[in-house]
């Protein structure tokens, strides 16, 4: 389990809702989901109370640093902003039992309120049903002893406790904005719809650690963006991605692809989307988030005046990739010269301002025709090249002119950058886990992606741990139909026999 160190919460942020699917052809297995916004693209929120929340959850991410917490500095206006919240459902226990769970790249642990919570809302803000998993009615369920060596090795990677009069395998997280969770680990049957080969779906399922949560506090008892959990997406072993892998069912990779304008949703996937255009990056080893090696920053093509050492990890600094923030957040040595050039390069076409101590534009024409490109030069020599509203967030009018606001969070140093949302949106995103990689490519999400089913195939092999229940036909090309708001059709089309390079 993860523990206060390491849990993110999607406070601020992106989650993800869906339906889960798998593929397996010489023996390999993917999982698919869709994902849908939570909100409807209309609903606004001020600029302020997104940052707020991304500040509580970078407190918890910081946690993990020798440094201690770095405290945001908060630069604010109250005009309205677009709010993009994704989550995902799962179903757990026999009978299954449906879940839905903010999708979290950065913590590891899947849990879920149990039936015997304090404290824990009633009801969501998100307009969603909230359940409970109630251990007692599930013939599968197994609780986890102090004695097992999953206890033990739960001890010795993050938090966990035992309770000699119990004699359950515990957890107590605390978070730095006050708010905490606790209960006991179970291990019980995930279920998915898996694909065998290209044409057979079936129900299937597969026995994983999670977290039943018995109370919280703070934060998470309210009710106005309540789910029933957490789906821990990182990099430790009690993920439920590196559960799946090392009993052979999936690789150790997941994509996924959010969009940005319209109703957004998006797609997420449990295996390795392939598009030609996709570059990778190494991730930072031995980290507990996605760290990468950003080296540089360019506008136009110029490379800006940065020493690259404050991207650096080191302590209490480092570049994350968190698709849990809802903004990005840049070190104020980066800072000043990125906002520097942007407003020297639309001098002619733009009147700069500063709006409740944002730096804001003021123009009439269109904003690709005047905004520059920014790109973030990553090690290997690949760059993730910025459109101007991947960095610039609109913020209403001004006598008939479009405002628009740099979307980037100055951050005190020595600080965190962290590409939130705003900069991931519109890509196709790799996590390579097996690799140790990370790779992007723009992508225009409500199209149909491209998924290896045989990549990795050493790495899982071994299928043993899958239970096959029913299937059915259905054609390669899965039209997986967003049903929230029933306009968005996701189109997953399964590739046999490409191997990873």
């Known amino acids: 389990m993860v523990d206060m160190r390491f849990l993110v919460m999607a406070v601020a942020a992106v989650v993800a809702t ?14 698919v989901l869709t994902l849908e916004r939570a909100f409807p693209a209309d609903q606004k929120v001020e600029l302020e109370a997104l940052k707020a929340r991304d500040r509580v959850r970078h407190a918890r ?4 640093f020798a440094g201690g917490i770095v405290d945001f500095p908060v630069v604010g206006t109250s005009d309205p902003y677009l709010v993009g919240l994704y989550f995902t459902k799962v179903k757990l226990g026999s009978p299954p039992r449906e879940f839905n769970v903010q999708i979290d790249t950065g913590s590891d642990i899947l849990w879920v309120t149990c039936s015997s919570c304090n404290n824990c809302p009633q009801t969501s803000g998100l307009g969603v049903e909230l359940n409970f998993f109630d251990a007692a009615s599930s013939s599968t369920v197994s609780s986890i002893s102090c004695a097992d060596h999953i206890c033990a090795s739960i001890v010795q990677t993050a938090s966990a406790e035992c309770s000699t009069q119990s ?41 994983i ?13 309210k009710s106005d963006r309540a789910v029933d959990g957490i789906f821990g997406f990182g990099q430790q072993g009690l993920s439920v991605i590196s559960q799946l892998s090392s009993h052979g069912i999936t690789p150790k990779v997941f994509s ?3 969009k940005g304008e319209g109703n957004g949703g998006g797609i997420l996937v449990l295996g390795e989307v392939l598009d030609p255009r996709i570059v990778y990056t190494p991730l930072v080893p031995s980290q507990p988030h996605y760290n990468l090696y950003l080296q540089s920053i360019a506008v136009n093509g110029q490379v800006l005046p940065i020493d690259p050492a404050v991207f650096t990890t080191s302590g209490n600094q480092g570049t994350i990739v968190d698709s849990g923030t809802t903004l990005a957040y840049l070190v104020e040595e980066a800072y000043d010269p990125l906002v520097g050039a942007i407003t020297a390069a639309v001098s002619q076409s733009a009147r700069p301002i500063i709006s409740k101590g944002n730096q804001c534009y003021l123009f009439s024409t269109s904003m690709a025709q005047i905004f520059p490109s920014v790109s973030l030069n990553f090690a290997g020599g690949v760059s993730m090249v910025l ?10 009018f001004v006598d008939g002119d479009a405002m628009w606001c740099i979307g980037f969070i100055n951050v005190q140093s020595p600080g965190t950058t962290i590409l939130g949302d705003l900069v991931l949106k519109d890509k196709i995103f790799v996590y390579d886990l097996a690799r140790q990689r990370l790779g992007w490519a723009d992508y225009d999400c409500s199209l149909s992606v491209n998924v290896s089913i045989t990549s990795g195939k050493d790495e899982f092999v071994n299928a043993g741990q899958l239970r096959v229940s029913s299937g059915s036909s259905s054609s390669v090309l899965l039209k997986l139909v967003n049903k929230s708001n029933n306009a968005l059709l996701l189109h997953i089309l399964v590739i046999v026999g490409l191997l990873f390079l």
């Open 61 to 64: 991410i910081l946690q993990n």
């Open 209 to 221: 650690v999670f977290g039943c949560s018995t109370s919280m506090s703070g934060d998470l008892t």
């Open 387 to 396: 459109r101007p509203e991947d960095y610039l967030v609109h913020m209403g």
């Open 256 to 258: 996924h692809c959010l």
């Open 18 to 31: 869906a339906a889960f699917m798998s593929a397996e052809s010489a023996g390999g297995v993917k999982r």
């Open 167 to 207: 004699n359950r395998c515990g957890y107590s997280f605390q978070y730095g904005d006050g708010s905490g969770t606790a209960g006991f680990y179970l291990s019980d049957l995930l279920y998915f719809d898996t694909i065998l080969g290209t044409s057979l779906i079936a129900n299937s399922s597969a026995p």
